[in-house]
């Protein structure tokens, strides 16, 4: 079960999300093409769909996660020094069924200028 975690940076907030390589693993197969589209459920259990792209050609397949991504950065109001972490959950159907992704997304936590930690985005809290 391939997961990762990285802390986001300013091109994850404004153009792609850099994946690494070995999160190729966890998801469906790109029968033979460079983009794959998939499904996250975040910490609200609201579903986004991604899509993860490679380069065509080249010695370096470098991985991003392009459609979907900005609006959920944006939905989310994703800062520089925030992490997110993509998971492969366990699915509760069946061994046919298609894999079920996670996704968390946890704000950096400054105290005088330094990171001391970080904590769950939590969702907002719309007025009546």
């Known amino acids: ?29 790109f029968h033979g093409g460079h983009a794959v589209d998939f499904q996250a459920e975040d910490e609200n259990a609201e579903v986004w769909t991604f899509q993860c792209s490679t380069r ?34 366990r699915n509760q159907t069946t061994d046919e069924s298609p894999p079920c992704y996670g996704v968390r997304v946890e704000r950096e936590i400054k105290l005088l200028g330094c990171r001391i930690g970080y904590a769950p985005l939590l969702s907002e809290i719309k007025p009546f």
Request: no cysteine.
């Open 1 to 29: 079960m391939a997961s990762f975690s990285k802390m986001i940076t300013r091109t994850d907030t404004e153009k792609r999300l850099s994946v690494p390589i070995k999160f190729l693993e966890s998801l469906p197969p």
């Open 56 to 89: 065509k050609k080249g010695r370096y397949k470098k991985p991003v996660l392009s459609k979907g991504w900005l609006r959920f950065a944006s939905r989310k109001k994703l800062k520089v020094g925030d992490r997110i972490e993509f998971y492969e959950a």
